[in-house]
């Protein structure tokens, strides 16, 4: 069956500008998680939903951050009026369920701000 | 704030080479995983240890969580240019995310 999927999967956007990143989970799997992955770092996490209730959002670094799941299955993070310091890799990950020990990744989504 | 530290960061190896990847942590993790990562793609997650003492093996990678579920190891023998990667090692805890250490650059050079 498909992976998690991520589009853009590359977005560069003027800083202040606003952007919107979008994940599809594979289907069926309950737990979503968004991390950020500096150059050469490991991924740092950002939110968790378990189907569309965001039970975890202590990792957004900041109130520009916004991450929802409306639906329990695609997932949307919005940064506003982005800086230059939001420029890394976003990666989206699912889990069959909500205990999220066992995450498959999509390919993430490059964002660099200028 | 849990932190994982791997060691060493870089390493770049001759095809054939033994190798082995720390992953050490002051906190308890009730389990611990390695994925490995490469250009332009997510991690792919190799292995899951959860029981203190645990072993596993996926053909030439030896994975162990240690006794006090604090640390755990990756061994590769006779690493080949296709292992090339970075490698890293995510803990879980009572919740659901994982909190991964820096990773580790393995180059293997024909």
């Known amino acids: 069956g498909a992976g998690v999927s991520q589009s853009p999967r590359y977005k560069v956007a003027k800083r202040g500008q606003d952007v919107a990143l979008r994940c599809d989970p594979i289907?069926?799997?309950?737990?979503l998680f968004w991390y950020q992955q500096a150059l050469g770092q490991g991924p740092e996490f950002l939110t968790y939903?378990?189907?569309?209730?965001?039970?975890?959002k202590s990792g957004l670094p900041s109130d520009r951050f916004f991450a929802e799941r409306p639906e329990g299955s695609v997932s949307t993070l919005k940064i506003q009026r982005t800086q230059q310091e939001d420029s890394a890799v976003y990666l989206c990950?699912?889990?069959?369920?909500?205990?999220?020990?066992?995450?498959?990744f999509g390919p993430g989504t490059r964002l660099t701000v200028t | 704030t849990q932190l994982l530290e791997q060691s060493p960061q870089f390493l770049s190896i001759q095809e054939g080479e033994n190798l082995t990847v720390y992953c050490n942590s002051s906190?308890?993790?009730?389990?611990l995983q390695w994925y490995r990562q490469e250009p332009g793609e997510g991690p792919v997650l190799l292995v899951t240890?959860?029981?203190?003492?645990e072993v596993k093996k996926l053909k030439r990678l030896t994975f162990q969580f240690g006794d006090a579920r604090k640390d755990s190891s990756l061994h590769i023998t006779a690493a080949q240019p296709g292992d090339t990667g970075l490698y890293l090692c995510?803990?879980?805890?009572?919740?659901?995310?994982?909190?991964f250490g820096e990773g580790t650059q393995l180059t293997v050079n024909p």
């Open positions: 990950a699912s889990s069959l369920t909500g205990l999220g020990y066992e995450q498959y």
């Open positions: 289907s069926g799997h309950v737990s």
């Open positions: 939903f378990q189907n569309e209730a965001q039970l975890d």
């Open positions: 906190s308890v993790f009730s389990s």
């Open positions: 240890v959860v029981t203190g003492g």
């Open positions: 995510a803990g879980a805890t009572s919740g659901s995310r994982l909190t």
